[in-house]
């Protein structure tokens, strides 16, 4: 496995992928100053190497980099994640230690499912989505894509949240939320548009 980005992010996959026994080969980066990131090799071209996660936080970024690439994406599940048989997960997707996806939540592509999140039962979370740590979605919500639910979140149960949006940390979101916007609070409330 590859990953794209050699920051903190990629940091915590490397231990997702060591302890599933999955091999690290390298990291690829821009910054042609890097050359190792904890004594794995950073290489600064993207042909032919892969499967590939792209290791970025930035949910536009990530993105950005995972339209450009031509190569096969791997998924990367810490074995201390509680993930459904009945749950999808899409490809280029991490989930971080301690996370709970439960039956017949959707994750998409490319998204991150961090520390301690939980995504209960009938979740949809679009591509490039980030539930950051020990936030939680309960049951038959739908996160939109690129959208960032921050750390400590809670949506209660068949909320809706747009896409592009960033929901603060700590919030309470009780009723649904457009794309781009900025919401926080408990309860959450909108206090900004977020162009993107």
Known sequence: MYLYGASGHAKVIMDILRATGVQVEGLIEDNPQLTELLGYPVCHRDENL???IVSIGNNLLRRQIAEKLHVDF????????VVSPFALVGEGTV????AIIQSCAQIGKHCIINTGASVDHDCRVGN??????HATLCGNVLVGEGTQICSGAVVIPGVQVGNWTVVGAGAVVIRDLPDHVVAVGNPCRIIKTNLI
Do not use: R
Request: charged share 0%; proline share 14%.
């Open 50 to 52: 892969g499967p590939v």
């Open 74 to 81: 791997g998924t990367a599940i810490h074995p201390s994640a």
């Open 95 to 98: 989930v971080m230690q301690g």
């Open 128 to 133: 490039y989505a980030h539930i950051s740590p």
